[in-house]
């Protein structure tokens, strides 16, 4: 499990495609403390993870699904990653509970300066927007933010100086894709309140039965 609050940046110095997966060499620096082989490193908000490590990175390999799903089939070398290590049991909780499977990708359609902040617009599906609620929180590339507004098209995010300075935000322009992990307790929610499926038992009642208990 992840918070959603970035450590580092990191960057993508290495990428070997193959059909359809790809194994990534990231090269950072704060997430290698205390980090072993087998653990999980949250890069761009998906949860990968870590195949081998360096002094100066670790590589990981992403699997056909991830890059079907994610925007991490439009990574380039060089390219800059959020990173964030598994959150720890005695870490503090300063974002939302974020599990690194995302949901889908949205795109930037514009970015406007207010004064000390910085207004993100993304349009994203409706299967996605459906869990999007006002105030609520999304992770964008992995990063916990508080919704300011959504619409049938697309929502809004408010981002200060400081977020964009430690993230790959400032990264991302107009056009730009970005991952989308919706808040898992709506989905959840979802889930419980939906009706049971339950199947129906198969019916007896045919012409054999029928001609068995002498009813033809």
């Given at each position: 499990m992840f918070t959603g609050i970035i450590e580092e940046t990191g960057t993508i110095c290495e990428i070997k495609k193959g059909a359809v997966s790809a194994q990534v060499k990231i090269r950072c620096r704060k997430v290698l403390e205390g980090t072993e082989v087998g653990d999980s490193i949250a890069v761009n908000g998906i949860c990968l993870t870590v195949t081998s490590l360096a002094k100066d990175g670790f590589t990981a390999d992403v699997m056909a699904e991830t890059m079907r799903r994610s925007?991490?089939?439009?990574?380039?070398?060089?390219?800059?990653?959020?990173?964030?290590?598994?959150m720890r049991a005695d870490g503090?909780?300063?974002?939302?509970?974020?599990?690194?499977?995302?949901?889908?990708?949205?795109?930037?359609?514009d970015i406007k300066q207010e004064e000390n902040a910085v207004w993100y617009t993304v349009a994203a599906e409706a299967n996605l927007l459906r869990y999007l609620v006002e105030k609520g929180s999304v992770?964008?590339?992995?990063?916990?933010?508080?919704?300011?507004?959504v619409t049938e098209?697309?929502?809004?995010?408010?981002?200060?100086?400081?977020?964009?300075?430690?993230?790959?935000?400032?990264?991302?322009?107009?056009?730009?894709?970005?991952?989308?992990?919706?808040?898992?307790?709506?989905?959840?929610?979802?889930?419980?309140?939906?009706?049971?499926?339950?199947?129906?038992?198969?019916?007896?009642?045919?012409?054999?039965?029928?001609?068995?208990?002498?009813?033809?």
């Open positions: 925007s991490l089939s439009e990574l380039t070398v060089p390219g800059v990653v959020n990173l964030e290590r598994a503090r909780f300063g974002g939302h509970i974020v599990s690194g499977h995302i949901d889908g990708c949205g795109r930037v359609t992770a964008l590339d992995g990063i916990s933010l508080t919704i300011a507004n098209r697309d929502f809004k995010v408010s981002v200060i100086p400081h977020t964009r300075q430690e993230t790959a935000l400032t990264e991302r322009k107009k056009g730009s894709i970005v991952n989308i992990e919706c808040d898992i307790v709506g989905k959840y929610v979802e889930k419980l309140l939906a009706p049971a499926k339950v199947q129906e038992p198969k019916s007896r009642l045919d012409e054999n039965f029928l001609m068995e208990h002498g009813f033809l």
